[in-house]
């Protein structure tokens, strides 16, 4: 037996890259509805708004603190237990077997990236000077108009390299679909490996196809933040003034 | 025109400003002095209310509100009324010079995109930067980024412009051109509060000076007045340091 | 859902019971990455042709690919690649490809970590320490490391509770560990489903984060000491 079957690799590409929509769908969806619920936490904590603070908290320590394949089984595992509990008390017939795999990982993925996406925009917001707020008030904006026109888009650009560096982590955390039955890159070469007993091709046909993923958002983050930094200037070396 | 009563403020346990009264008639340039820590950044930052005092009433003209118990829609019509020019420019970063100088008059006094564009070329070109409006704030000098923080305040042709220190974070061969700004738009009757330690700049445009230690108005006249003949040792104190050492915050 | 405190109390027991497996798999990969993590961060600071090209290949695969992907890999592909060579390592314990994989995937980050914790340090520091007639080694353990430990603890912390978590794929490769033990636990249930127990591993691992985090936090604040200029 060769080291390594080159030519039963690459006949498996194909079949392989069949998993990549998956990956991006979950990824891409997932950074989206994360991004509103993150930004909106963020907000939540620093305005320290009463109770709804707490409960932030408290849900970032959690997904923070717990592996996610532990909370894609807690989902998967809970939600027909939820609909168990509604169904009889409000005459519903919700039934989580009609939930299709791919509405759960997206569910379960934006719960997961919200919670970092949230630390990520309050760190980025908090970095934003205390004088730009100060100064959209002194001109006559509201907090909101402020918030807005001022210190979001200001926030987004800092925030931009954490953000790149989740979106990489969120393609690289969809190898954990299969707790929810998805059968995205590596789900498919697991099977093709196991039938046909080919683990180190399938598995390096599946590493260079998550490798070329994340070096391609690489490129695009960095592209993106060369084209929004416009405003920033000589501003790094002149952080100090402000 | 502005009148302050009574105002107090306290960080933590630490008192302030210990009930100060203050008007300012209209077209009038009022300049406060005093030591660091006698609390005059922070009057001038209640009169828009960017730091809640605990008690006392600020009234911008015939616009009155409770410091302690203001509603939203209050402090933002007051501060719709004035403008500020700060120690640290605070222009906005993403934003270019010209839009720096139209975004109060477009988002906050909902002027037409034309008609506040055209306005604020004008004030650029008064502060003497025509050539800069499509530059970035980073791009500039600190002098430059003051000068178009003044622009940013003109343009909301306001009641009341509240000067913050404005040259204490400049290199000494920019304050001159900031200065010179200042003075010019002085002479053309807007009304000033200038907290500043630039004393030649208080002898020259003030109307009035206000010496401030310790959360409270130790004197105040005009600026030969208080400047040149003190009356109270405290501030006899205070000017003889300044000549001696310049004080510059930092 | 009627399930008694008792069973609560059960399923507790059973799940704390593999506790320290985990906690082994990381304290043993962390140990091994902690070396090779500073072996890569001195390659790739002395800039070492050819050592350095290979560091920055690794970093990227180890940091581009999913860690499943780098499990399965050290655990199917390894043994079929050293059987080339007439190695055979088919005998060995999981666990040990486990701590493997978990080792080499943790070095990579922790010696970005090890690297960017000495840059921050400066070279001012180090001129510093050249001008009152220290050697370079001397000035290593003596000025760059302490200050290094300290600026590094805050990441090194995310990162020994990043391997935590990491552990948990370990029963992918059929180690009976707190996650592999699901199946027998449910064996032998009374009347306890997948959520329940899901919901107990997740508490388990979440109090055993936590701990983690205020350890590392009571080390900042011990290691911080005479250190106030760095955490401002």
């Known amino acids: 037996m060769a080291i390594i079957d080159f030519k039963f690799a690459l006949e498996q590409v194909p079949a392989v890259l069949k998993g990549v929509p998956w990956t991006l769908t979950i990824a891409i969806i997932a950074m989206i509805v994360g991004l509103l619920f993150g930004l909106l936490i963020a907000l939540v904590r620093i305005y320290k708004v009463p109770l709804l603070n707490q409960l932030s908290i408290l849900y970032i320590s959690f997904i923070r603190g717990t592996p996610l394949i532990v909370q894609l089984y807690v989902f998967f595992y809970g939600v027909p237990v939820l609909f168990d509990y509604l169904n009889p008390r409000f005459g519903w017939e919700l039934n989580a077997d009609n939930i299709s795999p791919l509405i759960y990982a997206l569910i379960a993925y934006s719960i997961n990236t919200a919670a970092y996406q949230a630390e990520i925009f309050r760190g980025a917001i908090n970095a934003t000077s205390a004088g730009q707020m100060e100064a959209a008030y002194s001109v006559g904006m509201t907090t909101a108009q402020g918030l807005y026109r001022i210190i979001l888009p200001q926030a987004f650009l800092i925030a931009l390299p954490n953000l790149g560096n989740l979106f990489i982590n969120l393609i690289k955390a969809t190898s954990l679909a299969f707790a929810v039955k998805v059968m995205e890159i590596l789900a498919i070469s697991r099977i093709i490996a196991n039938d046909g007993y080919r683990f180190l091709e399938m598995y390096l046909v599946a590493s260079i196809i998550y490798w070329a993923l994340c070096l391609a958002c690489e490129i695009i983050f960095a592209k993106l933040e060369g084209k929004m930094s416009r405003f ?11 | 025109m502005i009148e302050l009563t009574n105002i107090t403020k306290s960080f933590k346990k630490n008192e302030v400003l210990k009930g100060i009264d203050l008007q300012v008639k209209k077209g009038e340039v009022l300049v406060i002095v005093g030591p660091s820590g006698s609390g005059k950044t922070t009057l001038l930052r209640c009169i828009n209310y960017l730091e809640r005092p605990d008690e006392g009433t600020i009234s911008v003209e015939g616009f009155s509100i409770e410091g302690k118990n203001a509603s939203r829609k209050d402090i933002l019509a007051l501060r719709r009324k004035t403008a500020m020019v700060f120690q640290h420019y605070n222009l906005f970063k993403n934003k270019t010079v010209l839009e720096n100088v139209m975004e109060g008059l477009i988002v906050a006094q909902k002027m037409k995109a034309a008609e506040a564009r055209a306005l604020s070329v004008d004030l650029l070109q008064k502060v003497g930067l025509s050539e800069k409006i499509n530059d970035y704030p980073a791009q500039l000098s600190g002098g430059q980024q003051q000068r178009v923080g003044i622009a940013r305040a003109l343009a909301l042709n306001p009641s009341v412009i509240l000067f913050d220190e404005p040259t204490s974070a400049l290199d000494p061969e920019m304050v001159g051109e900031v200065l010179a700004i200042m003075k010019k738009i002085a002479r053309e009757g807007m009304t000033m509060v200038v907290v500043t330690h630039e004393i030649d700049f208080a002898r020259e445009v003030a109307d009035r000076v206000v010496f401030m230690a310790d959360g409270v108005i130790v004197e105040q006249g005009t600026p030969d007045e208080v400047l040149a003949h003190p009356k109270h040792e405290r501030t006899k104190q205070f000017l003889k340091r300044l000549v001696r050492e310049p004080e510059y915050e930092i | 859902m ?122 001012a520091q180090l001129e510093a320490a050249y001008s009152v007639g220290m050697s370079y080694p001397q000035a290593l353990r003596r000025i760059i490391l302490p200050q290094a430990f300290v600026i590094a603890l805050p990441n090194l912390g995310n990162n020994i509770i990043e391997l935590l978590k990491d552990t948990s794929l370990a029963f992918t490769i059929g180690i009976i560990d707190i996650m592999g033990q699901v199946r027998i636990i449910l064996g032998n249930n009374h009347g306890m489903g997948m959520f329940e127990v899901y919901i107990v591993i997740s508490l388990v691992y979440w109090g055993a984060c936590m701990v983690i985090e205020a350890v590392v936090s009571y080390a900042e604040k011990v290691f911080k000491k005479g250190h106030v200029g760095l955490s401002k």
């Not at chain 1, 920033?232 to 402000?242: C, T, V, Y």
């Not at chain 3, 960017?116 to 070279?123: F, K, N, R, T």
Request: proline share 3%; hydrophobic share 55%; with cysteine.
């Open chain 3, 2 to 123: 009627s399930t008694s405190l008792q069973e609560w109390i059960d399923l507790f027991t059973k799940v704390l019971d593999k506790l320290p497996l985990t906690l082994f798999m990381m304290g043993a990969s962390l140990f091994f990455a902690l070396i090779l993590g500073v072996l890569i961060a001195i390659i790739r600071i002395q800039k070492q042709p050819i050592l350095y090209q290979t560091a920055t290949f690794y970093l990227s695969f180890t940091r581009c690919t999913p860690l499943l992907v780098q499990l399965f890999l050290v655990y199917f592909g390894l043994p079929q690649l050293l059987l080339v060579f007439s190695i055979d390592i088919n005998s060995w314990d999981r666990l040990i490809f486990a701590i493997i994989a978990f080792s080499l995937h943790t070095a990579a980050y922790l010696s970005e970590v090890i690297r960017s914790a000495y840059l921050a340090v400066g070279e």
């Open chain 1, 232 to 242: 920033e200037g000589r501003a790094d070396l002149k952080a100090s003034a402000s």
